[in-house]
């Protein structure tokens, strides 16, 4: 009986490559980003639910709680979502009490964000529900190794931001 000699690459790139017989789903970066991020985002929506809150809107909660003023574009591309779904979005948040919109005073074609006092309480509310699950999220992660995801997923990002070969 002959004996399988064969092993594992041992560049895992080589596993994780779609593009090469070696492929393994558990080594694509983007299937793992993928299943990660639905996990957390039905944890954290389930979460948000409770007190009216959708995923989208909590997006723009936190990216306006960062920094508002912001113009409908940026919070759209912040929250990676396509501007006409966006100024939906916000048309319904200004007409539920949590942003009010105006006019850019020097471009009148640029509509800014604002987050009004019950939409900073809101925010407060939902960072409230969100810390625990980042927290759990994060479990046994060093400052160090946090850091490093944090640095790795940009850089990956980056990586898809240059022209193609």
Known sequence: M???TSS???DPRLRGNPGTSDFQVDYYPFYLLNRTVG??????EAALRAIGVD???WRVLM???ESSPRSIGQVAETAVIAISTMTRMIQRMEAAGLVRCQ?????????EVYLTDQGADML???RAIAAPVFEQAIDGFSAGEFQ?????????????TKPAR
Request: net charge positive.
């Open 55 to 57: 995923l989208p809107s």
């Open 2 to 4: 002959a004996q399988d």
């Open 148 to 160: 490093q995801l944090v640095d790795l997923l940009n850089r990956l990002y980056r990586n898809l």
């Open 39 to 44: 996990r957390y985002n039905g944890i954290i």
């Open 63 to 65: 990216i306006l709680g």
């Open 103 to 111: 006019p850019r005073p020097n471009d009148n074609r640029v509509t």
């Open 8 to 10: 594992p690459p041992t």
């Open 124 to 126: 407060a509310r939902t």
